[in-house]
């Protein structure tokens, strides 16, 4: 990457971390309320909708909608991080599972082969 485009990086998240904050919203609510009275003396509805659609909407709504996306986010990574923890935890318990398998399979081997033994030693001894 060129360093053009790691700084516009840096810099848009900076923006980004810094607008999706509740602080920006109570910001962006005052200035949106500097226009307000304006709005009313005019008297027209479509300019009071409009400065509501458009000024307040839209500037308060953005931090606030940014804010509940990293709310979101942040408990979608926290059931992320439970899941592989208990995923790593099942796959010690499995790898456990499995020595502890193998160990009881040589086991059986040995005391079938001892049973082998024994029934040729009774086979020779009985000839």
């Known amino acids: 990457m060129s360093k053009v485009s790691d700084f516009n990086e840096k810099l848009a998240a900076k923006i980004t971390s810094g607008v ?15 226009s307000l009275p304006s ?3 005019s008297g027209s509805v479509l300019v009071i909708v409009a400065w509501i659609a458009q000024t307040f909407l839209q500037l308060v709504l953005l931090s606030i ?7 979101g986010s942040k ?14 935890g099942e796959f010690e ?7 502890f398998a193998q160990v ?18 009774i086979e020779g001894k009985a000839k």
């Open 20 to 34: 999706a904050t509740m602080w920006c919203a109570y910001i962006f609510a005052i200035i949106a309320l500097v």
């Open 39 to 41: 709005a009313i003396k």
């Open 65 to 71: 909608i940014m804010v509940g996306q990293n709310v």
């Open 75 to 88: 408990a979608l990574e926290q059931k992320i991080n439970e899941t592989h923890e208990a995923s790593l």
């Open 93 to 99: 318990l499995a790898k456990e599972a499995r020595t």
């Open 104 to 121: 009881e399979l040589k086991e059986l081997k040995e005391i079938a082969a001892d049973i082998h033994r024994v029934i040729k030693d």
